[in-house]
Every structure is written in structure tokens, then in C-alpha cells.
């Protein structure tokens, strides 16, 4: 009984159960299925549409670059003539404007003197050349020389007959001065650098402020001072150690080469009659002098023993003899040594720091002498300004010796 019930009111549970499981997991398939057909199918529509951007983007790029390039073209064009035409009305205006320089320079009595200073100081870059290399003060001086030799063409063309330089579409252009003025600008603001410690100025050039020569008995007040016939002289082109200067090896025994440099040269003039030729003043006023001895020239020979330095400038002539002392390692240059244009400017700076309106030279008044002490003096750090004895500070020695003053240098 129990076997005839279960086979007529029994379910098969297992088939209903495996079909059902069966037919989701075909719906899922399914699913999937569209999913990624619609996925393809959009991809391929937005791969289309970018494609289609590109080139249209492209061809927009290539059209506007082309208008670039023609507008760009067009815009150099246009500034080129412009320039053009600035360039042509500037050359005009020089070529107006230096007619008069021009033909004052082609006088003989004008441009001969300037023709013979371009030829000095050409000579003078060729010797300091050949001594000591092609520095910047070399090259300054060669640029000064072509500049001085630039601006006496004009006066050249007149004596030879040879026509000047133009330029080309410019009726009477004539450039030559401009390029003077710029070439002389750039070697004379080189020179200049340097101020007060600067060894050129217009005043102590050769040709310009020279005076009557001296002759007498000499006595060495410095180490490149002599007093002649009561009168006291700079040597020119050379510059001897500051009194605070020490020379020698660091770490090893130094000496006061400015105490050496006054007495080799006390020996050197001791008893003899000395000639000077003044050249020019230094900035207290004083004269500067090329000084001999018999047929020793003083300041070469001072240079060559190693005692004092060539002077840079532009009118330097003893750079080789201070090539021969550094070969030989003569004197200041046995050891480590310092120009004392260099330990002045160091020590007028930390002055300057300090003092007031930046103005370092103390103005003294003693003993009814006035008298102005500079940062590297030995008495510097002593003296004390007092305005109520009508002491000063001054900026600079020509402002000191206008008011009065003179160096405290100059022994009595």
C-alpha cells in the first residue's frame, strides 16, 4: 500500500529543482551576453566619433597654423621695414650731427695730438701684451687706441685723398664717430673703475697736465715719493706697498715691505742728482714723475728689484720689468703679496661701512696744519674728527686738498 501511494502522489522534486537552476543560469548568460554586445557596440560608436574629432581637429590645426605662419610672416616683415626705417633716420641724424666733429678733427692741430696718443696707447697694449698676457687692462688700452685711431680718420682721409666709410642708401653717413665714442666709452669706463684707487684719471695721463722738469738733489720720502728741489714728487707707473702693508708666506715671518720699498730707494737716489719729469698729477695734487739717475731710470729699477709694482693703466710701461721680478721672485714677489691697490680698496670699504654719509677721510687740524688721513695710513685708527676744531670727513682726496687739507703722507 505504502509503494502504490508514493508512486502515485510522490513529486520529482530533483528534476523541477535542476531545471529551474538550469533555466536562470541560461537568463544569466544571457545577460552577460547583451551586456557586451551593447558595450562593443558602444565603443565602436565612440571610437567613431573620436576619429571623426581628430580629423577635424587636425585639418582646424593645420588650417590655423598656416594662417600663424602667414600672420607671424607678415608681422616680421612689417618690424623689419620698421627697423629698417628707424636705422635709416638714426644713421641720418649721426651723419648731420658729426659733420662738425668731423671737420674738426681733420685739422692737423687737432687730430694730430689725438693721433699720437692713439699710437701711444696702441704701443702700450702691444708691450703689456707681450710682458704680462692680454689682461683687461691690455684690451682696455687697445680699445682706447682704436677709438682715439677710429676718430682721427677723418683728418687721415683728408691727407691722404682716401674717401671715408658711408653707409650704403645714406647720402653723407658717416658712422665713424659713433663707433669712437662707443669703443673709447667702454675702454675708459674699464680704466675707471675703480674711483679713488683707480691709477688713470685725464689728470695723470701722459700729454695732458704735465709740467716743468725737475732737477736737484733727492731725498726718498716714501716708497715711491721723493722730495726734489723742495718739491714733492709721485713716481709714475709704479705704486709701492702701503706702510700697513706686510709681505711674505702666511704663517711665516713677514716684513713691512713699504719700509723696504723707501729705503731701496733712499740708496738708489742716496748723494746723487736726480731728473724728473713731471706727468700729470696724482689725486692729491701732487706731480707725477718719471725720475732718473744718471742712465738709470729710478722707476723701472724700483719695479725690477721687486720692491714696489708696475701700476696698471694706460699709459703702464713697466709691466715687463715686474714680469722680470716675478720670474726672479724679487723681493715682494718672494712670498705671498697683495696689490695695494687691492689692500686699499679693502680697507676703504670696511672704512666706508663705518663712517658718516659713507665719507672715510678724516680731516685733521693740529698744530695749525690741516691735514687729511686716509684708511690705510698708520694713523687712521687714532685720529678722531672734531668738528669744533674744525675738523671734516671727506669722500674723497680732491674734495680734501679743495678744502685745504693736504696728505698727511707729506713728511715736513
Avoid at 680699445?143 to 682716401?162: D, E, W
Avoid at 726718498?220 to 714728487?233: E, H, I, P, S, T
Avoid at 709694482?309 to 713697466?318: E, N, P, T, V
Wanted: hydrophobic share 45%.
Amino acid at each position: 500500500m505504502f509503494a502504490s501511494r508514493k508512486k502515485q502522489d510522490g513529486f520529482e522534486w530533483h528534476k523541477y529543482i535542476r531545471t529551474t537552476i538550469k533555466l536562470r543560469r541560461d537568463a544569466r548568460r544571457q545577460k552577460v551576453e547583451d551586456a557586451r554586445r551593447a558595450a562593443a557596440q558602444q565603443m565602436n560608436a565612440a571610437g567613431s566619433a573620436l576619429a571623426q574629432g581628430s580629423r577635424a581637429a587636425g585639418a582646424a590645426a593645420a588650417q590655423g597654423a598656416r594662417a600663424g605662419v602667414g600672420a607671424a610672416g607678415l608681422l616680421a616683415q612689417q618690424t623689419g621695414s620698421m627697423l629698417s626705417a628707424l636705422a635709416t633716420i638714426l644713421a641720418q641724424k649721426i651723419a648731420v650731427a658729426s659733420r662738425p666733429l668731423i671737420a674738426i678733427l681733420a685739422q692737423p692741430n687737432i687730430g694730430g695730438p689725438l693721433a699720437l696718443a692713439a699710437g701711444i696707447a696702441l704701443g702700450a697694449a702691444i708691450g703689456r701684451g707681450r710682458g704680462i698676457g692680454m689682461d683687461g687692462e691690455a684690451l682696455a688700452t687697445l680699445a682706447i687706441g682704436i677709438g682715439l685711431l677710429i676718430a682721427v680718420l677723418p683728418m687721415i682721409s683728408q691727407a691722404t685723398g682716401i674717401g671715408m666709410p658711408r653707409i650704403p642708401g645714406v647720402t653723407g653717413g658717416r658712422v665713424l664717430l659713433t663707433v669712437a665714442a662707443a669703443v673709447l666709452a667702454g675702454g675708459l669706463a674699464w680704466m675707471t673703475r675703480g674711483g679713488l684707487h683707480s691709477p688713470i684719471s685725464l689728470a695723470n695721463m701722459p700729454l695732458i697736465g704735465g709740467g716743468t722738469p725737475l732737477r736737484g738733489r733727492a731725498e726718498a720720502v716714501g716708497g715711491d715719493l721723493l722730495r726734489v728741489g723742495g718739491r714733492v714728487v709721485r713716481l709714475a707707473g709704479i705704486e709701492a706697498p702701503e706702510p700697513e702693508q706686510r709681505c711674505g708666506r702666511s704663517g711665516a715671518r713677514q716684513w713691512r715691505c713699504s719700509a723696504a720699498a723707501e729705503a731701496a730707494l733712499a740708496r738708489l737716489v742716496h748723494g746723487r742728482t736726480v731728473s724728473c719729469s713731471p706727468s700729470g698729477t696724482d689725486n692729491a695734487g701732487r706731480p707725477l714723475a718719471y725720475c732718473s739717475s744718471g742712465h738709470t731710470d729710478v722707476n723701472a729699477e724700483m719695479v725690477r728689484k721687486g720692491y714696489v709694482f708696475a701700476a696698471d693703466g694706460l699709459f703702464a710701461r713697466y709691466a715687463s720689468a715686474e714680469q722680470e721680478a716675478r720670474s726672479a721672485k724679487a723681493g715682494v714677489w718672494s712670498g705671498d703679496v697683495q696689490r695695494p691697490a687691492d689692500f686699499r680698496a679693502r680697507l676703504w670699504d670696511e672704512a666706508k661701512r663705518h663712517a658718516p654719509d659713507g665719507c672715510p677721510i678724516k680731516g685733521q687740524v693740529a698744530g695749525g696744519a690741516r691735514v687729511y688721513v686716509l684708511p690705510w695710513s698708520p694713523e687712521y685708527g687714532r685720529a678722531r674728527v672734531q668738528k669744533a676744531r674744525g675738523e671734516r670727513w671727506f669722500c674723497s682726496e680732491e674734495d680734501a686738498v679743495a678744502a685745504g687739507f693736504r696728505p698727511a703722507d707729506e713728511r715736513g
